[in-house]
């Protein structure tokens, strides 16, 4: 094993280190790369898998068959980085970052090597990773976490050599519900286990009330209200079912479909300042709190929610660019500031769209606002129109002010990008009654006179004149 420490380069940006070859990391090594020059600035990047600037929320759409390559998810090859003069490492994990000397030790994941590598400026885009509980059985043969494109080409080769057609999914967010779709289009019997009340936690139970009978209506069969104990193996040490406290589910096939948390765990050991949620803390430059060299971003950081103004965890492949955008520019002696989010997310359930911003009913009593909420059914074009379909939309406003706090849409075709509306509303301050006003554009082939957003605004409205 060698241990070898890499000087300065001596040039005049000196040299950049990223930590996390995806979306965050390399969005920040390539605006730093476009402002700065190789002369100006060297810039390293680590990866431990084999893959860099991929899509991992195409990858549900990869294992169901709709994405019919895996490459068709790659936005950027290394190679392609390595022909901008970025020295991309793959399969390269980074084991230890030592602030106080401005460097970090990387293992070659294949022959064990270690070596130093110095830095002048660091980005952290560590990710997130799939929450694997502590579980008897947890890591046996056919359970599987999907966040990599890696992850996502283990789950394939398992599902190419299993001969049962049982499948298991463990939680019923985005992913898992994502998951257990692409399942059923594999061929699979599929049975999601959510320890919640309805799936999607994202939003609230009664609109996810909706995503239930949807997944059903696809034939997934979904054990709500209750948490897996115990995965049990056959005399092949390979995952045979899935346990709970009374009842127990066959499988040939685990998927995790839990969440995530911040991979962390190398900041936190060096000593960088972590939130509530697990994330590393940065100012709205991205730059890490009380380290003047060290930037963070994509999935293992915390943001700030502007409608609640706490930090939250929100992981997604929109907000890890942006942070990069961010990120490179501030490094290429440039300003930019990343100011929040609202949390807005979409997704689909076969034609069920999915959608949310804002903050749920259980947010907004976290966060100490009284509140009054409306939901309204309408439909996606003119009803007299052929091809309208149905679609519900509830509303939440803050009670006297009638600021829009959230909104939440659940509806086939047209449905889901109707939520932009209202994230835009939601980053701007309206309240409900403001919304009314909006003029929004209108023929009968994409919505009725009055939108469906537009009709929630209404009633919210109302509701906000009850309370006064």
Known sequence: MSMSAASGTGRAGGRLVVIGGDAAGMSAASQARRL??????????????????????????????????????????????????????????????????????????????????????LVIATGA???????????????????????????????????????????AGYIGVEMAEALIKRGYEVTVV?????????????????????????????????????????????????????????????????????????????????????????????????????????DCVEVLDLVSGQERHIPLGTHANKHGQVIGTNLGDGYATFPGVVGTAVSKVCDLEIARTGLREKDALRAGLRFVTATIESTSRAGYYPGASSMTVKMLAEQRTGRLLGVQIVGREGAGKRVDV??????????????????????????????????AARKATRAVGQQA
């Not at 043969?141 to 057609?165: E, I, M, N």
């Not at 969440?259 to 890490?288: C, F, I, N």
Request: net charge negative; proline share 6%.
């Open 36 to 121: 700065k020059g190789p002369d100006e600035l060297e810039i390293v990047a680590f990866e431990r898998g084999h893959f860099s600037s991929y899509s991992a929320c195409g990858i549900p759409y990869w294992v169901g068959g709709d994405v019919t390559d895996r490459d068709q998810l790659i936005a950027r090859t290394p190679e392609e980085h390595r022909a901008r003069d970025i020295d991309l490492r793959t399969r390269t994990e980074v084991t230890e970052i030592d602030v106080a000397g401005g460097r970090v030790r990387a293992r070659d994941v294949d022959s064990g090597a270690e070596s130093w590598t110095s830095y002048d400026k």
């Open 129 to 171: 990773r799939p929450i694997r509980p502590a579980l008897p059985g947890v890591d046996a043969p056919g359970v599987h976490g999907v966040q990599t494109l890696d992850d996502g080409q283990a789950l394939l080769d398992t599902l190419a050599h299993t001969r049962g057609r049982r499948a298991v999914v463990v939680g």
């Open 194 to 298: 959510n320890r919640g009340r309805e799936p999607m936690s994202t939003l609230d139970p009664d609109m996810g009330r909706m995503v239930h009978e949807a997944m059903e209506g696809l034939g997934i069969t979904m054990v709500n209200g209750t948490e897996v104990t115990e995965v049990l193996t056959g005399d092949d040490g390979r995952v045979r079912a899935v346990a709970t406290e009374d009842a127990e589910f066959p499988a040939d096939v685990v998927v995790l479909g839990i969440g995530v948390r911040p991979e962390t765990a190398l900041a936190e050991a060096a000593g960088l300042p972590l939130g509530a949620h697990g994330g590393l803390l940065t100012d709205r430059a991205l730059r890490v709190r009380g380290h003047e060299d060290i930037w963070a971003g994509g």
């Open 422 to 455: 209202a994230a835009v509303a939601l980053t701007a301050g309206m309240t409900v009654e403001q919304m009314t006003a909006l003029d929004l554009g209108y023929a009968p082939p994409f919505s009725p006179v009055w939108d469906p957003v537009l009709v």
